[in-house]
């Protein structure tokens, strides 16, 4: 790619440099620039086909639909290609799988490998806390109400050395269970005991190192996690990623899970539009009454002028304890922000019916966690907490210590305005189905 604000000379010494370089090249995009160069028709002097264009998502899309690269050579500058234009090309060139580099940058597409011998959906984020475990737990829950039979393979950094099963549907994953996993050195609230518990199905759980800008974990078994899935009694995988970082698996569908906790360029900004173009659907998580409509309309406005025509629907969480804990004085212990803590408790009151007497948002941080733990003037005769970070190795400790009754709780999705969540869910693992089998190519 080459833009306008050099004269034509400079052009002959770049494709001398890729020359010298061992660098085939198949043709020019010239994006924009009317500056120094009269007509884009002077470019074709230089013997290679020439696309010119104003808009520079389109130019790009079409050369690599038409030249079919390994990698985009950016050659361009400040000011017709600025910071922002890039990350946006980044996004669009990347999502095709080419690789895209510049005098001082290179980016890597993310790695699917056509592992997956089932019907499978990804289910990818935009950042850390955003509820991709919660919403990968919900929609295995509603697949398995509409006659699927899923499971899970779950990554993150403190999951096992290797691939290793838990047979949600078959073992009692209660505290002490869970609780003699810590004690053997396991971290039992890693995101598969996590599906197992909340969804009640076959899990794999898989380690992940490091996360890239595009996604692209490290170091990962997920590939092998991937193989040990497929020799599983389901008919349905969910790979499930980490963080930012995207599982290395090809699946055939993808839905992305964005916060409206995390800043509205982290969603459409930056490598976040590579998320939404390789996804089918969007899912907004903590769309609460406390962030703005304004900041909402923004981010619904820019997914979809990212990628027209995709379904994002708005959510908010609630509380979901997995044992009755009416009437019962309670500590919860969450991992969502302080801002949350009035409107959690009211929730949990109301419709649970207890009486919350403690409450910290320090679940992933273990020394505040066990601070406020040890503050808590009242009495309680329930430990709830979710299942996550420090939930087992400190809360469920302290609960088993103190000789309490320690419920987790799920973080059920609900949908802003009744929008048909489930239903939504159900059909995109349909249309997966449909592509796995060739019907729909997406």
């Given amino acids: 790619m080459i833009d306008g604000e050099h004269y034509p000379p400079v052009v002959i010494d770049a494709l001398a440099e890729l020359k010298r370089r061992g660098r085939e090249i198949m043709g020019l995009v010239f994006l924009g620039g009317t500056e120094k160069i009269l007509d884009a028709k002077q470019m074709s002097v230089y013997g290679y086909p020439v696309i010119a264009v104003e808009s520079m998502a389109e130019g790009v899309g079409e050369a690599i639909d038409r030249w079919k690269p390994q990698t985009v050579l950016d050659l361009s500058d400040e000011p017709v290609v600025g910071y922002r234009e890039r990350f946006t090309l980044a996004s669009l060139i990347l999502s095709r799988g080419v690789a895209y580099e510049g005098a001082d940058f290179e980016f890597r597409p993310p790695t699917f490998n056509d592992l997956a011998a089932k019907p499978s959906l990804g289910v990818i984020g935009t950042g850390k806390r955003v509820g991709k475990t919660a919403m990968a737990a919900y929609a295995c829950r509603e697949l398995k109400e509409a006659g699927f039979d899923p499971g899970v393979v779950a990554m993150g950094r403190g999951g096992p050395v290797e691939p290793e099963v838990i047979r949600g549907d078959e073992i009692r994953l209660n505290a002490e269970y869970l609780y003699e996993q810590a004690k053997d050195g396991r971290h039992a609230a890693s995101d598969h005991f996590e599906d197992a518990l909340m969804s009640r199905i076959p899990t794999v759980g898989c380690r992940r190192c490091g996360g890239g800008l595009a996604g692209e974990p490290f170091v990962s078994t997920v590939p092998e996690g991937a193989k040990v899935a497929n020799g599983l009694d389901v008919d349905f995988l969910v790979f499930e990623g980490s963080g930012a970082a995207m599982p290395p698996i090809r699946t055939d569908a993808r839905l992305t899970v964005a916060g409206m906790n995390q800043p509205a360029d982290y969603i459409t900004g930056y490598l976040g539009p590579l998320r939404i173009l390789l996804s089918d659907l969007v899912v907004l998580t903590n769309c609460e009454e406390s962030v ?86 009242e009495e309680f005769d329930v430990m709830l907490t979710e299942l996550k970070a420090a939930a087992v190795d400190v809360a469920t400790a302290v609960g088993l210590d103190l000789g309490k009754q320690v419920v987790y709780c799920d973080n059920v999705p609900l949908a802003v305005d009744g929008w048909p969540l489930a239903k939504s869910l159900v059909a995109l693992a349909r249309r997966a189905v449909d592509r796995f089998a060739g019907g729909d190519d997406g």
């Fill in 292 to 377: 703005s409509e304004e900041k909402t309309a923004r981010v619904v406005d820019g997914i979809r002028e990212i990628k027209p025509g995709i379904e994002v629907i708005r959510t908010v969480f609630r509380p979901h304890p997995l044992q009755d804990i009416s009437g019962k004085r309670v500590f919860f212990a969450t991992t969502a922000p302080p801002s949350s803590g009035p409107m959690l408790k009211e929730f949990l009151e109301t419709e649970a019916g207890a009486r919350v007497v403690g409450l910290s948002h320090h679940l992933s941080n273990r020394p505040l966690l066990r601070a406020d733990l040890d503050s808590c003037a």
